[in-house]
């Protein structure tokens, strides 16, 4: 376990490294200038290489990434264009909103899609297995843009029963911050009007972004129980009169997820890198609409920040899952 936790501590570095140079390459190539979006179209070529200066656009570009190493090596991820505040700062006001969505729609993913394999592969080749698969590939093929506006459309626009944009209300006060989590904040103190709303809010937001790991999960979950079926200890539990929802979980499932925890973990990583679209459909005010701002504001900072704190997250996840392996099968051992 500690030389897993030190491959992956390890891998950390270079994850960021190539990270940072590809980011870094392609906000370069991007046409544009930082400058002129930050001083204004009728600045003067003086205003101009001032601002330039200033954000350090004068220098030659190795120049520029070695200062941006430099200050990443420090915790600095460099000062937003857009909003002139340090960039971690930026994203560590909008992270709890993301992490919020992702970790409901990672709920929704996980409690769905398990089951739904499940009873795919059990019921394997009947209507409920093909009915499922229609379901999954759905999922897996349309875009998170489409679907997002299609539920707009129906659950907003022609029943009225969820909001489109926003997190909570503009009547209502967001609750008192604990954890940045309106719904547990809501709950922690008490505020159930907040709570109404906030959940109301989420909802949609929370069913889009789900909708293609959910299918992924699905699927996963469906060919590994298909595999644990077949296999002779299973026989062995059904032949002892083992039956039931108990021989599913306790030999079926259990050696299923072994496989299976792999594809969940990098689905919750995927919800984090995925919620851009999400949240920008639905206004969202989490680090995907604040990056998706920043890009149109050509904010090569905030850009490389937000690319640097999701690839750290991937990272932190799958080590996870790694040591996660451990606990549900104590003989691996590398």
């Known amino acids: 376990m500690i030389k897993t936790i030190f491959k992956r501590l390890l891998l950390l570095v270079f994850v960021v490294f190539g990270v940072t140079l590809i980011t870094f390459i392609l906000s370069n190539i991007i046409p544009g200038d930082p400058a002129s979006m930050m001083a204004g179209q009728r600045a003067n070529e003086e205003t101009l290489e001032q601002v330039r200066e200033q954000l350090g656009l004068d220098q030659p570009v190795l120049t520029q990434y070695a200062n941006y190493m430099q200050g990443l090596l420090t915790g600095d991820l460099g000062t937003s264009i857009r909003t002139q505040k340090p960039v971690l700062d930026d994203l560590l006001i909008f992270f709890p909103a993301t992490l919020e969505l992702a970790v409901l729609a990672f709920l929704i993913a996980i409690v769905i899609g398990i089951p739904l394999g499940i009873l795919a ?131 079926g499932l259990r050696n299923a997820l072994i496989p299976t925890i792999t594809v969940i973990g990098v689905s919750f990583g995927a919800l984090l890198g995925g919620a851009v679209v999400t949240e920008t459909v639905f206004g969202w005010p989490g680090m995907g609409k604040y990056v998706v701002d920043s890009i149109a504001y050509l904010d090569f900072p905030a850009m490389m920040g937000f690319t640097v704190f999701i690839s750290i997250g991937y990272v932190l996840i799958n080590l996870v899952v790694d040591l996660s392996y451990y606990v549900l099968n104590p003989q691996i051992k590398e």
């Open 121 to 251: 592969a059990v019921k394997k080749n009947t209507f409920r297995d093909h009915a499922s698969r229609i379901f999954t590939i759905s999922g897996i093929s349309t875009p998170v843009f489409w679907s997002g506006l299609l539920v707009i459309f129906i659950f907003y626009g022609v029943l009225g029963w969820f909001p489109s944009n926003g997190r909570i209300d503009m009547a209502i006060n967001p609750p008192t911050h604990v954890t940045g989590f309106y719904l547990l904040d809501s709950l922690l103190s008490g505020d159930l009007v907040a709570f109404q709303s906030s959940l109301r809010h989420i909802i949609l937001p929370a069913i889009v972004l789900s909708f293609a790991q959910l299918a992924i999960i699905t699927r996963q979950v469906r060919a590994s129980m298909l595999e644990v079926l077949e296999k002779e200890y299973f026989r062995t539990a059904i032949a002892n009169g083992i039956h039931g929802p108990y021989l599913l979980i306790k030999y």
